[in-house]
């Protein structure tokens, strides 16, 4: 989904791929490139979580407002700029079916309108966007409003695949959904193999750990049975990093040669971090990231070492 819009209407990630890059144009390696990952902007959840009523509360999103602009503002001001800016989750906070939910959407996609047109947006869905347990109908509305709930793309010679990890908690009300995404991860997967990119990166809102694969179960993470079986499919297929959200707060670990990385909100936070943006630098070699306050990434931009990496072709 691009950030330009035709007859006010955002171009969405359809047929399961983002029209923004031409996937002819971008499969061959042409040298360090860099993105931008943000998470849970969700607009409603500050104010429901200062009042204790995350279920009913979240009537006010006016600082969650501010702090998408100022996001925006930060990326906006990038030279070079990023390749791409990828939300991952939770956009909103009212569920499907809740109060606000509307007007919450409304005030998100005209926030959005303000990203530079050359600054490709990747939108994932969360579990306040399609529901804890999503059924067709929930799915179906996320598409209609934001695009596809998952799909792939190709830049600069790296393959990127975003995921609906709410099919992976549960899809106990639409096993169709979630077998379809199977069989289409499974395919991208095999294609990531026989064309022997650059990279393989995944874009999901829910972690497949926060810190270790051995972790307990909890709502934070992916049931261990289904981590372990992900995790593994991810690691034989090469895949380098896998990029979630989810938590409100950073955090993260390795299993194999995979990268589980849990970046913090923009909006809410339920720890100690400072709402942020991610920097993701992508070379020959390796995946390289950074999570920036959104206070210092206005001041004073990407750091030298950073910027850098992107010079060495």
């Known amino acids: 989904m691009s950030a ?3 007859g006010g209407v955002f171009h969405r990630a359809r047929g399961r791929t983002l029209d923004a890059f031409s996937a002819e144009k971008e499969r061959e390696w042409t040298g360090p490139f860099y993105f931008i990952q943000g998470a849970d902007p969700q607009f409603g959840l500050m104010k429901a979580w200062v009042t204790g009523d995350c279920d009913n509360g979240g009537d006010e999103w006016e600082q969650e407002i501010h702090l998408m602009k100022q996001a925006i503002q930060a990326i906006n001001k990038m030279n070079p700029r990023p390749r791409f800016f990828v939300v991952c989750g939770d956009l909103i906070h009212a569920m499907p079916g809740a109060p606000w939910r509307k007007e919450q ?3 998100l996609q005209r926030v959005l309108r303000n990203v530079d047109s050359e600054i490709p947006l990747v939108l994932v869905s969360g579990n306040h966007d399609v529901g804890n347990t999503p059924t067709p109908e929930t799915i179906a509305e996320f598409q209609q409003t934001w695009g596809d709930d998952y799909f792939s793309f190709w830049v600069g010679g790296v393959l990127f695949l975003v995921l609906n990890s709410q099919l992976l908690y549960d899809a106990s009300r639409c096993p169709a959904l979630k077998q379809a995404q199977d069989q ?9 193999r ?5 990279h393989v990166i995944i874009f999901q809102h829910i972690p497949l750990f926060l810190q270790s694969m051995d972790e ?8 261990k049975t289904l981590r372990k079986e992900m995790a593994d499919k991810f690691a034989k297929a090469g895949v380098k990093a896998v990029f979630s959200g989810h938590y409100h707060r950073n955090a993260g670990g390795t299993y194999q040669n995979l990268d589980m990385v849990v970046s913090s909100a923009i909006g809410c936070q339920l720890g100690k971090d400072t709402h942020g943006l991610r920097v993701v630098v992508v070379t020959a070699e390796k995946i390289v990231h950074r ?3 959104l206070d210092e990434l206005s001041e004073n931009g990407i750091e030298d070492d950073l910027m850098d990496l992107m010079k060495k072709k």
């Open 105 to 107: 959407t409304e005030d």
């Open 194 to 198: 026989q064309q022997k990119c650059q």
């Open 4 to 6: 330009a819009e035709v």
């Open 184 to 192: 289409w991860l499974d395919q991208q997967l095999s294609t990531a």
């Open 216 to 223: 307990d179960d909890n709502y934070f993470n992916l049931p």
């Open 291 to 293: 999570y920036y306050s």
